[in-house]
């Protein structure tokens, strides 16, 4: 059975720096889709980033490029969220979500059944 753990959440001024994992155990096969999803208050939940295991083929969300990167540690089975120039915006709880085997990239998160429980991003002031 998959099972996916967050960690790295916390509270940090616009313009700083998180990174979020996501311990991942329980893959059958080397293809998954790992994605980032974030859910504000009152809002839908949001697909950020995503990877694909077998090859760290990764996609973002237009409103990210350029300052998250999603990246894995093999050895260690996480998967990393790296979140350069916050801004208030990005506040939300964020999750690790899976979907596989042999199963592509999609920001719908109704498409993934495997779920962390979520950490919670502040970007405040």
């Known amino acids: 059975q998959v099972q996916l753990v967050e960690s790295g959440g916390g509270l940090v001024q616009p313009g700083g720096s998180l990174r979020l994992s996501c311990a991942a155990s329980?893959?059958?096969?080397?293809?998954?889709?790992i994605a980032w999803f974030r859910q504000a208050p009152g809002k839908e939940r949001e697909g950020v980033s995503c990877?694909?295991?077998?090859?760290?083929?990764?996609y973002y969300i237009d409103s990210v490029k350029g300052r998250f990167t999603v990246s894995r540690d093999n050895a260690k089975n996480t998967v990393y969220l790296q979140m350069n120039s916050l801004k208030p915006e990005d506040t939300a709880v964020y999750y690790c979500a899976a979907r596989g085997p042999w199963k592509a990239c999609r920001f719908l998160a109704h498409e993934y059944g495997y779920w962390g429980q979520g950490t919670q991003v502040t970007v405040s002031s």
């Open positions: 990877l694909v295991t077998s090859d760290s083929t990764s």
């Open positions: 329980g893959f059958s096969s080397e293809y998954y889709a």
